[in-house]
């Protein structure tokens, strides 16, 4: 007869992601929305949308991608689009090749623009490593 089967483990409860601080434009804040995306992702950025585009219209027009795992539409506060968007792709060869196949693709009534985000670069914490590795080029140089 086969061995029992180990004991099954308490389940860990999931640990709360860390709020992660933001930095442009000369301000700190606090970005609770990060904890929605996916970790370790490849994001996009989507220019040039319509009022009328909602999520499911981008998540629509991007679901060709096999690692598409979410798009999001800003919107202000009053809940109207401010016409840019971000969409997750867990495989960089995916969101590679939405960028070369998607951007001034038209969605609605618009050519859109899909370019790489520079979301990471905002965060406080990699805008200091950031700048601790920057090389001295030889015209850079202090001598």
Known sequence: PPPPPPPAK????AKPKKPIQRM???????DESLSEW???DFRVFVGNLSKDVSEAMLQHHFEQYASLAKCKVVRD????????GFCSF???MDCAKAIREKDQS??????IK?????????NVQMGKKKGKNKKRSKFNSRR
């Not at 308490?10 to 409860?13: A, G, R």
């Not at 506060?77 to 840019?84: N, Y």
Request: proline share 10%.
């Open 38 to 40: 996916p970790e370790n």
């Open 24 to 30: 442009a434009g000369g301000k700190v804040w606090v």
């Open 77 to 84: 506060h009053k809940e109207v689009s401010k016409g840019f």
């Open 106 to 111: 038209w969605l609605s009534s618009r050519p």
């Open 10 to 13: 308490p389940e860990e409860k």
């Open 114 to 122: 899909v370019r790489r985000s520079d979301w990471k670069d905002r």
């Open 90 to 92: 867990l495989d960089p």
